[in-house]
C-alpha cells in the first residue's frame, strides 16, 4: 500500500524522566587551562592569548551573573556538570565539541525528525535524512556562531532559500540559541587567531632574516659589515653556478617545459579559487554544489488551470468533531457489508453457455476484470481533467472523508512501479485460486468487504491520531484479506516453495503465513520512517479471517447436507460455486 502515511516519534515515560533528571548542577572546581577554538584557522592561540580571552569571558560571566561572597575567598572558576544524553544539545558557543564539522552540524534535539513531522514541517518534497541533517547544520551555525559565513554556504546549497527558512524558524521555535552571543564569542576567538598568526609571521620573517644574513657574511641584518674569510667562503658557496660551456642540454629542456607546466598550472588553480570565492560573494552556487534555482519543466496554462480547479481551495481542515468525520463512512461500509453477504446468499452462478467468455475460466475472468479496474483508474490519474472526481472518490483522505471514497479506494493506485505493478501479481496468484475454491460471490464479498472494512479502519486511526495531512488509496488491504481467508481455510496444511523443502516434509503451514503477514505490518505500525498504510492492511486481514471461518463451516454444512453426486450438481447451479471449476475440467 502507498500512502503517505506517517507515526510520530514516540517519547515514553523514561525519557522525560531522564531529561527531567539531566537538569544542570553545579560543583565548585579548581579552574583548569582555558582552551579557545578558532575555525577560521588551525593555529592555537599562545597561553598570552589565552589569558585574555579567559579574562574577558570572566568578566562577561561577571557582569551577568555577580558574585556576592567575601573578598577573602580566592576567586575560583565554575563549572556546570551535566548528566548528558548521547545526542546531548549544545546551546553554548563554549561548550562546542573540539571535532565539530559544519557539514556535520550538532543534534539539535534528543532523537532526530520522524517522517511525520519531516512531512507536516516541509511537505513531501524533502525526505527525513536531508531534513534532520539540514537542522543539525543550522543548529551547529547558530551555537558556533557561523549563520552569516559565506564560505560555508556550500554545505547547504542543495536546499532550497524556503527550506532553510522553514528549518531556521523552527529551531528558533523550538532550540533556545543565543545567536549574538555565541557570535560575539566566535569574533573574538578569530581576532586573537589573527593577531596571534601576525606576530608568529613578524618572529618567523625576523628570524629568516637573521639567518639569510648570517648565510651572505655579515654580522648584523643591515648588511654593513661582513665576517672573516669563514664568512666569505660561505658567501662563494651561495653563488650561482656558471652556465655550462657545453650550452642547454635535452635534459635542462626538459626540466624547463615541467616547470613552466607547472606554473601554468598553479596560475589556472589560482584563477579557479579566486573565482569561486567571487561566486561566494555573490550567492552563486560553485560546480560541485547544486543550484537552488534548478530549471524545471515549464508547465503548461492549461494544466495549471486543472490544477486549480481539481484542487481545494481550504488552507487547513475543517473544524469538527471526530464522529462527523467518521459516522457517514461507517454507515456506508455497513451498508456495503449486509449488501455483500445479501449478494453471497442469493448469487445464482450463470451456466456455461450463458457466459460472456465460455472459453475462460470464471476464476480467470474475475481477476482479469478486477485488473482491468485498478489499471483503469490508474491511467485516469494522468488525464488532468479527471482530478477532481478522482480526489472526491478514489482518495481517502481524514481532513475531509467521503463515504463513497470506502469502495473507490480499492481499485486507486496513483504510482505504476512499487504500487500498481506488485500489487496486481498478488492478486492473480492468491484471487484465482481462492475463487476457484469458493466461487464468484464469496469471492467478490470478501475482496470488496475487506478492502472497504481496511480503509475504515485507517480512517478511524487517521482521525483519532489527527494526522490531517495524510492520505491513503491502493488494493492492498483487500489483496491481504483474500490471501489471509485463503490461508486460513487451509491453515493446518503444509506449502512448499520452488518445490522446498523437499519430500517428506509437508511444507510452511497457513497458520504460519498468516503470521509472518500479521507480524510485518505490525511491526511497520511501530517503525517511524514507514510509508504504506500498515492499518488498513491489518484491518484487510482481520476481515480475511473472518470470511475464511465463515466461508469453511459453509463449506461443511453443504457438503454435510449432500449425499451424492448429483445434489452436489443440483447445490452448485444453485450459486454456491465451489465446484464450479472442477465441474468445468470434467
Not at 131 to 147: M, P
Not at 154 to 178: C, F, Q, S, W
Not at 370 to 390: D, E, H, Y
Not at 499 to 528: C, E, H, R
Amino acid at each position: 500500500m502507498n500512502c503517505t502515511l506517517g507515526v510520530n516519534a514516540f517519547r515514553p515515560g523514561v525519557q522525560v524522566a531522564a531529561h527531567q533528571f539531566s537538569k544542570a548542577c553545579s560543583r565548585l572546581l579548581v579552574a583548569a587551562a582555558p582552551t579557545t577554538r578558532c575555525f577560521s584557522s588551525t593555529t592555537l592561540l599562545p597561553s598570552t592569548a589565552q589569558n585574555q580571552w579567559q579574562a574577558k569571558r570572566n568578566r562577561l560571566s561577571s557582569a551577568l551573573t555577580p558574585f556576592s561572597g567575601p573578598s577573602s575567598i580566592p576567586r575560583i572558576a565554575v563549572r556546570t556538570l551535566k548528566f548528558a544524553a548521547r545526542n546531548r544539545v549544545i546551546i553554548h558557543y563554549v561548550d562546542l565539541p573540539p571535532n565539530y564539522k559544519d557539514e556535520e552540524g550538532l543534534p539539535f534535539r534528543v532523537d532526530d525528525l520522524a517522517a511525520g513531522e519531516v512531512l507536516q514541517l516541509f511537505g513531501p518534497q524533502m525526505t527525513t535524512p536531508a531534513a534532520n541533517r539540514l537542522l543539525r547544520i543550522l543548529h551547529g551555525r547558530r551555537v558556533a556562531g557561523t549563520l552569516d559565513d559565506p564560505v560555508l554556504k556550500v554545505n547547504t546549497a542543495g536546499y532550497t532559500p524556503k527550506e532553510r527558512r522553514i528549518a531556521l524558524d523552527y529551531l528558533r521555535k523550538n532550540v533556545y540559541v543565543d545567536e549574538v552571543v555565541n557570535a560575539g564569542l566566535r569574533a573574538e576567538d578569530e581576532l586573537a587567531a589573527l593577531e596571534n598568526q601576525q606576530e608568529g609571521d613578524a618572529q618567523a620573517q625576523a628570524e629568516g632574516e637573521e639567518n639569510v644574513t648570517k648565510q651572505l657574511g655579515y654580522k648584523s641584518r643591515f648588511k654593513m659589515y661582513q665576517d672573516d674569510a669563514e664568512g666569505l667562503e660561505e658567501a662563494e658557496q651561495k653563488k650561482p653556478e656558471p652556465r655550462s660551456v657545453y650550452g642547454k642540454s635535452a635534459f635542462d629542456a626538459i626540466r624547463a617545459r615541467n616547470e613552466a607546466i607547472w606554473k601554468e598550472k598553479l596560475r589556472k588553480q589560482e584563477e579557479e579559487r579566486k573565482k569561486l570565492e567571487e561566486e561566494y560573494k555573490n550567492g552563486k552556487a560553485g560546480p560541485l554544489a547544486k543550484a537552488d534555482d534548478t530549471p524545471k519543466r515549464e508547465v503548461s496554462a492549461k494544466r495549471k488551470e486543472w490544477e486549480e480547479w481539481a484542487m481545494s481551495d481550504l488552507k487547513e481542515p475543517p473544524k469538527m468533531p471526530a464522529w462527523k468525520r467518521l459516522l457517514p463512512s461507517t454507515v456506508f461500509v455497513a451498508l456495503l457489508v449486509a449488501g455483500f453477504l445479501t449478494y453471497s446468499q442469493l448469487y445464482v452462478a450463470p451456466s456455461r453457455e450463458n457466459r460472456l467468455w465460455p472459453d475462460c475460466p470464471p476464476a480467470a475472468a474475475t481477476i482479469a476484470v478486477l485488473i482491468g479496474a485498478n489499471v483503469l483508474i490508474w491511467f485516469l490519474w494522468k488525464v488532468p481533467i479527471m482530478w477532481k472526481p478522482l480526489l472526491r472518490y478514489f482518495l481517502i483522505s481524514p481532513a475531509t472523508p467521503n463515504a463513497f471514497s470506502m469502495l473507490g479506494g480499492v481499485f486507486s493506485h496513483q504510482v505504476v512501479w512499487g504500487h500498481l505493478i506488485v500489487n496486481m501479481p498478488f492478486l492473480w496468484f492468491f484471487g484465482t485460486r481462492l475463487h476457484d475454491e469458493v466461487g464468484r460471490a464469496d469471492f467478490l464479498t470478501t475482496y470488496i468487504l475487506s478492502g472497504s472494512v481496511g480503509f475504515l479502519t485507517s480512517l478511524f486511526w487517521l482521525v483519532l491520531k489527527g494526522n490531517f495531512h495524510m492520505t491513503t488509496l491502493g488494493a492492498s488491504g483487500a489483496i491481504y484479506g483474500i490471501s489471509a481467508a485463503y490461508f486460513w481455510m487451509h491453515r493446518f496444511e503444509g506449502f512448499k516453495i520452488l518445490g522446498l523443502p523437499p519430500d517428506p516434509y509437508t511444507g510452511v503451514q497457513g497458520m504460519a503465513f498468516i503470521g509472518l503477514f500479521g507480524g510485518l505490518n505490525i511491526w511497520g505500525l511501530f517503525s517511524k520512517n514507514h510509508t504504506m498504510d500498515v492499518v488498513s492492511h491489518l484491518g484487510g486481514m482481520l476481515v480475511g479471517v473472518i470470511a475464511g471461518h465463515l466461508m469453511e463451516q459453509k463449506k461443511k454444512a453443504r457438503l454435510q447436507g449432500t449425499g451424492n453426486t448429483q445434489l452436489n450438481l443440483k447445490d452448485q447451479k444453485t450459486g454456491s460455486g465451489v465446484l464450479d471449476t472442477m465441474l468445468e475440467k470434467n
